[in-house]
């Protein structure tokens, strides 16, 4: 977020002899002479409102850094003051430079996030018995899963199916920003759309701030700012361009031990996609039925029914592999 300044405006202190308020910049109380503390709160006139001040020389000062107090005798200087203004002191070394930098009232919700929500002690451990719990729950089950037995089983039968995708290269629509569009694709149209937000001004920006918030300079002088993103707008494009695009699946499938591809009849401007086989071998065991699926061609070609194959068998039931027996 970008800080945008607004203005400056006078701030006030309250003498702690005899209560008067008096404007930031004046050093020593109107009403009884007492110097200004080290540790007096600067405030705001008026909560409210901006009355922002014209004078140059006062914004200078205000820009040129907190003032600072006088090792000797306490009283508030610029901060450029070589030798106090009261005692004559040399002041470049041992003053006290007032802080600066805190926020004099609160920023509205809308221009600060919510502080991130810290877990209470009880749900912080309720959370890592959960991640203990959920930890171990997994590493059973992977042990269950990789854990097996051997049986033997016999084949009762089989099952395949391949798949071919047609792919055809044609004249396709698509959308993206206009600096991602192909060099060789033709734009259809385009509009402008909300990309990201930028911290600094940019072109084709529009810029969002929230509520004017006063931060102390130390120098007596509030600096107004307001925190400003700038969402960033894009031009959005429709285009036309060549690609290959599935425009078909051939399927075959069968139930015999003889599996085979699609036939294709492609044109030119056609080619083949992705191919996809896969092969489920049915097992009886002892009253027990199990499925084996692979791709493996090979193997699902010697599954010949009748046959007897050594499985493992995790602890769920699934068939993890096949062979035929030795
Ligand atoms: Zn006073
Ligand atoms: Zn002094």
Known sequence: MAKKILGYIQLVWTCDHCGTQNPGAIKSCTSCGAPQPPDVQFIK????????IKDEALIRMAQSGPDKHCPYCGTRNLAEAQRCVQCGSDITIGAKVRESGGILEKPTASQTSAPPRKLSPVALILLLLGVALLCGLMFMFISNLTRTDQISAVVSGGSWQRSLQVLAYQQVSEQDWENAVPADAQIESCSMRYRYDSDTPRASATEVCGEPYTIDTGTGIGQVVQDCVYQVYENYCTYTSLAWVPVDTLVVSGQDLNPYWPSTALSETQRI?????????????????????TTNADLYMLAQPGSAWTLEVNKYGSVTSAEPAQ
Request: aromatic fraction near 24%; proline fraction near 3%; charged fraction near 30%.
């Open 273 to 293: 996609g992705t191919q996809d086989e896969r092969y489920t071998i049915y097992f009886s065991s002892g009253g027990d039925k199990y499925t084996y699926s």
């Open 45 to 52: 006139v008026d909560p409210e409102t901006f009355d922002f």
